[in-house]
């Protein structure tokens, strides 16, 4: 399948917008405690979809999981576990330093690490210190300027958010900068696991185009040993859609983790009925509300499916900018949210001007990637 950076570009916005929305149902479902609406919507974002979609879109999936390395599975799934660790640190964060700062600490972290970090070690391959191999010409500057510009954005849009918090008296009630500020440094170190996760679980995924490459083959041999075998049919499909074949790993980890704190909060606060019935209104309005949880869920699973497909077609040369593109359009998304749901209102314009140049810069740095990407590939 040929690269195609600006394609790929485009992909992972789709995949960003999809997880800016994963929130949005979460506001229809007042009457539920926190840990029921989140069992609700984890289980269908790291359990269910990842395992339906992952039989869906990858062909011979079990003959995969055959002949794939049971360690690349084992890895995934403990660094998915970790990761998880990172999502409950993240909530945790917020309650003391409030969203917009948490979020600029947390998010800024986790895209640093977890573009960079992979150049000098990787879960499959151990140490490997590509940085002076990916930054060395033009179009690797021109990366790596992008990447720099994309953390400058999302430190305005940060700071944005920090002078709305502070113009509309929204300092939360447990307000505590020494222990909000390492939570959320935490939240950022763990978050960028999980692009370890994925990385861990490569072999799964090349096992999917290798099975399904193979069975291709098979397939258009030719019946007489005299005539030599047809070339195999295009594949670009399973090549397209191979990081599927991981998702039950590294999300089925992040899972367990918040299924295993869900059930802890669930029974500290004795909340259990409310997963057969809302308080005050019975079973009448249940249904939706499951199927809130159930919108949530696709949309976080949805855009690390879009995720998968936009890595594929940014190439091999520059695909650990997969993570900081993802994360950076992420914060520019959720903000685009924030303006449309009103939620910058009286907050001033001091805050706006900020706040729009944090989005503008996220954009130009996009563009940045995407321009470094496309020479690379010349």
Request: proline share 5%; with cysteine; net charge neutral.
């Given at each position: 399948?040929?690269?195609?950076?600006?394609?790929?570009?485009?992909?992972?916005?789709?995949?960003?917008?999809?997880?800016?929305?994963?929130?949005?149902?979460?506001?229809?479902?007042?009457?539920?405690?926190?840990?029921?609406?989140?069992?609700?919507?984890?289980?269908?974002?790291?359990?269910i979809l990842p395992i339906?979609?992952?039989?869906?879109?990858?062909?011979?999936?079990?003959?995969?999981?055959?002949?794939?390395?049971?360690?690349?599975?084992?890895?995934?799934?403990?660094?998915?576990?970790?990761?998880?660790?990172?999502?409950?640190?993240?909530?945790?964060?917020?309650?003391?330093?409030?969203?917009?700062?948490?979020?600029?600490?947390?998010?800024?972290?986790?895209?640093?690490?977890?573009?960079?970090?992979?150049?000098?070690?990787?879960?499959?391959?151990?140490?490997?210190?590509?940085?002076?191999?990916?930054?060395?010409?033009?179009?690797?500057?021109?990366?790596?300027?992008?990447?720099?510009?994309?953390?400058?954005?999302?430190?305005?849009?940060?700071?944005?958010?920090?002078?709305?918090?502070?113009?509309?008296?929204?300092?939360?009630s447990q307000y505590s900068?020494?222990?909000?500020?390492?939570?959320?440094?935490?939240?950022?170190?763990?978050?960028a696991v999980y692009n370890?996760?994925?990385?861990?679980?490569?072999?799964?995924?090349?096992?999917?185009?290798?099975?399904?490459?193979?069975?291709?083959?098979?397939?258009?041999?030719?019946?007489?040993?005299?005539?030599?075998?047809?070339?195999?049919?295009?594949?670009?499909?399973?090549?397209?859609?191979?990081?599927?074949?991981?998702?039950?790993?590294?999300?089925?980890?992040?899972?367990?983790?918040?299924?295993?704190?869900?059930?802890?909060?669930?029974?500290?606060?004795?909340?259990?009925?409310?997963?057969?019935?809302?308080?005050?209104?019975?079973?009448?309005?249940?249904?939706?509300?499951?199927?809130?949880?159930?919108?949530?869920?696709?949309?976080?699973?949805?855009?690390?499916?879009?995720?998968?497909?936009?890595?594929?077609?940014?190439?091999?040369?520059?695909?650990?900018?997969?993570?900081?593109?993802?994360?950076?359009?992420?914060?520019?998304?959720?903000?685009?949210?924030?303006?449309?749901?009103?939620?910058?209102?009286?907050?001033?314009?001091?805050?706006?001007?900020?706040?729009?140049?944090?989005?503008?810069?996220?954009?130009?740095?996009?563009?940045?990637?995407?321009?470094?990407?496309?020479?690379?590939?010349?």
């Open positions: 399948m040929e690269p195609n950076p600006f394609l790929g570009v485009g992909l992972h916005a789709v995949g960003a917008f999809s997880s800016a929305s994963c929130y949005t149902p979460q506001k229809q479902t007042k009457l539920w405690a926190w840990e029921i609406y989140w069992i609700a919507q984890a289980s269908c974002a790291w359990l339906v979609f992952a039989f869906l879109t990858i062909p011979n999936y079990i003959l995969v999981l055959q002949t794939a390395p049971q360690s690349a599975m084992l890895n995934s799934f403990l660094l998915g576990l970790v990761y998880g660790v990172g999502g409950l640190t993240f909530g945790l964060g917020i309650r003391y330093i409030g969203f917009s700062l948490n979020y600029m600490i947390a998010i800024g972290i986790s895209a640093g690490l977890g573009t960079i970090f992979p150049l000098i070690w990787r879960p499959d391959k151990g140490f490997v210190w590509e940085i002076t191999e990916k930054f060395s010409n033009v179009p690797g500057w021109i990366v790596l300027a992008g990447i720099v510009v994309s953390l400058g954005g999302i430190a305005l849009c940060g700071c944005a958010g920090a002078l709305r918090e502070r113009s509309g008296d929204a300092k939360p900068f020494k222990v909000g500020v390492p939570l959320a440094i935490l939240a950022g170190v763990l978050s370890y996760a994925l990385i861990a679980g490569n072999p799964i995924a090349d096992a999917a185009v290798e099975v399904n490459t193979a069975a291709v083959a098979d397939d258009t041999q030719s019946p007489t040993e005299d005539s030599p075998p047809e070339a195999p049919r295009e594949t670009s499909m399973v090549d397209l859609l191979k990081m599927n074949a991981i998702y039950p790993f590294s999300n089925g980890g992040a899972w367990v983790t918040n299924f295993i704190w869900c059930l802890f909060l669930i029974r500290r606060n004795r909340t259990g009925s409310q997963l057969t019935q809302l308080p005050g209104h019975g079973k009448g309005r249940l249904l939706f509300y499951y199927l809130m949880a159930l919108l949530s869920g696709a949309f976080w699973y949805f855009q690390f499916f879009f995720y998968g497909m936009g890595t594929a077609f940014i190439g091999k040369q520059y695909e650990f900018t997969s993570w900081g593109l993802h994360m950076a359009m992420l914060i520019l998304f959720s903000n685009v949210y924030g303006v449309v749901f009103r939620e910058w209102k009286g907050a001033g314009w001091l805050s706006a001007i900020v706040l729009y140049s944090g989005m503008t810069v996220i954009v130009l740095a996009t563009l940045l990637i995407a321009y470094g990407n496309h020479l690379g590939q010349q």
